[in-house]
């Protein structure tokens, strides 16, 4: 669960240079994600804490 | 502060120092793609190596475990591509942009010393019995992809190339070759010398705290540029529907704690 609630990582990135479109978006994405992440991996944390211990 | 706060901060913290020391112009942005393939091919594959050699895998379930997450992963994917193509009317390519960036986790750089340090080794022994089979999906994924859409493409998937270009880059990813390399010393039952033992300590040691600075360093290199709104919309999806999907499917699937 916590693997998949982790920020996206450079592969979507590789993937829009390969075709040569959407690298802003991705690229974009990938930088929000991992700043956002700060706080929503501690919810996830603190939620699964809660449901399972 | 609870100790689970601290290790977030830690390993965004670690992140954070990467990213300003390539702002500040302290360390080039160059220096970023040296220390990130210093990680990603030198520690990482003989951390994964070490894992695979002492795990105790807890009888964790691997297939209900792949299975709830690597639906998730689906549903998220499949949410993005029509996010990206209906919502912000682009184009198919980029839909395949959306949807990998809103279902791939980054569980190499992140992932690993995160686990790490929130589970400790039992929660990272989880994690990479997920990292040997999302690694070989991800190249996958990424050579049918271009098949599909890359620029050569005449729409069709030419199944004996597909097939050739993805044994040729997963028997060519240090990570798989760490993961296998383990597996087969551990199956021959063989001990490990202890110069060797030593080596392989040091620089697994090294894997995380490298890997997540590296991880900020790059950062630097793409930032925020043009328009956000798809890429929020992306990042909601990634970071919020993604795990509810997948904490739903380990529900569903009864697994144990510490693999949901």
Redesign the interface.
């Known amino acids: ?16 240079s ?5 690298q ?11 700043a ?3 706080v ?3 919810f ?6 809660f ?3 | 502060m609870s100790p689970l706060t601290a290790t977030v901060l830690f390993v965004f913290g670690l992140v954070a120092l990467g990213y300003l020391s390539g702002r500040t112009g302290y360390l080039k942005a160059e220096t970023g793609e040296g220390v990130a393939e210093f990680a990603v091919n030198v520690a990482m594959p003989l951390l994964l190596f070490r894992t695979m050699l002492k795990a105790d895998f807890h009888g964790a379930a691997p297939w209900a475990f792949w299975g709830a997450y690597f639906s998730a992963a689906a549903v998220t994917w499949v949410v993005g591509h029509m996010l990206v193509t209906r919502v912000f009317g682009r184009d198919a390519r980029v839909g395949v942009v959306g949807g990998v960036s809103s279902a791939f986790s980054n569980l190499v750089l992140l992932g690993i010393p995160f686990v790490l340090g929130v589970f400790g080794t039992p929660g990272f022994e989880v994690l990479s019995l997920l990292v040997s089979v999302h690694l070989p999906t991800m190249i996958l994924a990424s050579v049918v992809l271009f098949e599909l859409f890359g620029p050569k493409s005449d729409g069709r998937v030419h199944f004996s190339r597909v097939l050739r270009v993805f044994a040729r880059r997963v028997f060519s990813n240090p990570l798989v070759i760490g993961i296998l390399a383990g597996w087969i010393w551990r199956t021959a039952g063989l001990p490990l010398p202890v110069l060797a033992d030593r080596l392989v300590e040091a620089l697994a040691g090294v894997a995380g705290p490298v890997a997540l600075f590296a991880m900020g360093l790059g950062l630097c290199r793409f930032g925020i540029s043009g328009t956000i709104r798809p890429a929020m919309a992306l990042s909601v999806l990634k970071l919020f529907l993604m795990p509810a999907t997948a904490l739903a499917t380990a529900w569903l699937f009864g697994l144990p704690p510490l693999t949901a």
Request: net charge neutral.
């Open positions: 669960m916590l693997a998949a609630a982790l920020p996206a990582g450079v592969n979507s990135y590789l993937i829009a390969q075709f040569g479109t959407g802003a978006l991705a690229s974009n994405q990938m930088t929000l994600t991992t956002l992440a700060v929503t991996t501690s996830w944390l603190a939620i699964v804490n449901l399972f211990v």
